[in-house]
């Protein structure tokens, strides 16, 4: 062979090499979730994760309990990446149950508030929910409403109706009370919310909302997306009850409204964990995020992000800056509250 030929070769390998390096190269292999968020809720944006990054993503849905008691059964031989979960309560005790590894990343970091992680990286808010009063229009001025402690005021006697104890919505929520004002305090702050029940507390967020629309009671506190999907729900009965009612932001001048996130950690036995990694990545970016925010009608975790013009339409609102770890921290003393309070 002719040794002048070779640089020729050499040039041709160079280029071709370069133009495969230019082009993006997908991440390859597959994470695996285990999710306590629905699936509508969460598919297409993993399947948009995987069209992106060619990581083939397997998603296995439950109930919180089922989902974190199957981790700590399974150990070492889970096959679950990532744990999804609806609220800061539930992560935190993912947490403790050491099912969870810390992780850092400048663009979890970056993206999502501090007060919305855990401070040790443990778990990370994808998206924001808020808990304000939900109120009948045509029986309630908003003139009347102030603060989540003034509903412990006697005039609410039979005119709040709310969901059991056993809601880590309100558990959270009683935990955030603990954590502005004490545990005394809470409790007979729980104690007077007691007193003004209209009915047994029951059912889910949309069933209070519904009988306040209904008449049986006057006023509520339920999650925002809830009613952001019964604003734009299909069935016509939801809507009508939807538009009965309106939205008071409470304690404007105080702690601000309390404020939770669905979110996601790292398993501890992880065995894609870069992939899982890159998943929590994918889900706090500003694609994702508007998603959220147009899809499910949540708050972005990333202020950076406006919020549908659903939420829009409520107006804007102070939120509680108590880092949500806090409110799983405090889970246990908020269950015991709410217990010696009698609330069911």
């Not at 640089?7 to 999710?35: D, H, K």
């Not at 990054?53 to 679950?80: D, F, I, Y």
């Not at 304000?132 to 989540?148: C, H, N």
Request: hydrophobic fraction near 40%; aromatic fraction near 6%; charge should be positive.
């Amino acid at each position: 062979m002719p040794t002048r030929s070779m640089p020729r070769i050499l040039l041709s390998t160079f280029c071709l090499l370069s133009s495969l390096l230019a082009v993006p190269v997908l991440a390859g292999g597959e994470v695996n979730i285990y999710s306590a968020r629905k699936e509508d809720l969460i598919k297409p944006l993993l399947d948009d994760f995987s069209k992106q990054t060619g990581v083939a993503v397997n998603l296995v849905t439950g109930k919180e309990e089922a989902l974190l008691q199957r981790l700590q059964s399974e150990g070492v031989n889970t096959p679950a990446d990532v744990l999804l979960t609806s609220d800061a309560g539930r992560l935190s005790a993912a947490q403790k149950a050491g099912v969870l590894q810390a992780v850092q990343s400048k663009a979890l970091m970056t993206q999502v508030p501090a007060s919305y992680r855990d401070p040790a990286g443990y778990w990370y808010g994808l998206s924001v929910r808020a808990r304000p009063v939900i109120y009948a229009r045509d029986r309630v001025k908003p003139g009347d409403l102030s603060t989540y402690e003034a509903l412990a005021d006697p005039k609410w006697k039979g005119r709040l109706c709310v969901r059991s104890s056993d809601s880590v919505y309100n558990q959270s929520l009683v935990a955030g009370m603990i954590a502005h004002h004490g545990e005394a305090k809470a409790e007979v702050w729980a104690k007077g919310l007691v007193a003004n029940f209209a009915r047994p507390p029951k059912g889910g967020d949309r069933d209070q909302i519904k009988v306040v629309a209904a008449g049986e009671c006057d006023l509520t506190l339920a999650n925002t997306y809830y009613l952001g999907g019964m604003v734009t729900s299909q069935d016509e009965a939801e809507k009508q009850a939807a538009a009965k009612v309106a939205v008071f932001w409470p304690d404007a001048k105080t702690t601000g409204v309390h404020v939770n996130v669905s979110g996601a950690g790292v398993t501890a036995h992880a065995r894609n964990r870069d992939n899982a990694v890159r998943l929590l990545e994918f889900l706090v970016s500003d694609s994702a995020q508007r998603w959220y925010a147009e899809t499910n009608n949540e708050y972005p975790v990333n202020p950076a992000i406006p919020p549908s013009a659903t939420l829009k339409a409520w107006g804007e609102f102070k939120a509680d800056t108590l880092n949500v770890a806090k409110l799983g921290e405090l889970n246990a003393a908020a269950v015991q509250v709410m217990d010696r309070a009698g609330w069911k």
